[in-house]
């Protein structure tokens, strides 16, 4: 089952089409369907693609894992009613 993730929390991406790097970030903004991520831990490899970036990117939730789960998007306020 999918968790639910909070602005502060530390999180994995895994590379893919849409991530050019996999890395573990922090949750900095929450989003309708990413979140904005500081990339904190990555491969030397990728320390330009991460300068480039500027140590942030936004990535779609079905990119992200925590605790190795998988997240889902927050609850809104719309969907609550």
Same mark, same amino acid.
């Given at each position: ?6 602005? /502060? *929390? #530390? &999180?994995? &991406?895994?590379?893919? %089409?849409?991530?050019? !790097?996999?890395?573990? /970030? #922090? ?8 979140? !904005? !991520? ?10 330009? #693609? &991460?300068?480039?970036? %500027?140590? %942030?990117? &936004? ?6 894992? %925590?605790? /190795? *789960? ?5 609850? #809104? ?5």
């Amino acid at each position: 089952m999918a968790q639910e993730i909070n602005v /502060g *929390e #530390t &999180v994995d &991406v895994t590379k893919s %089409k849409q991530v050019p !790097l996999s890395f573990t /970030g #922090t949750v900095e903004k929450l989003y309708a369907n990413a979140a !904005l !991520l500081t990339i904190d831990q990555f491969a030397k490899k990728d320390h330009e #693609t &991460v300068e480039d970036l %500027k140590h %942030k990117t &936004v990535v779609n939730y079905k990119d992200i894992t %925590k605790d /190795g *789960e998988a997240v889902q998007p927050p609850v #809104t306020d719309d969907a609550k009613k």
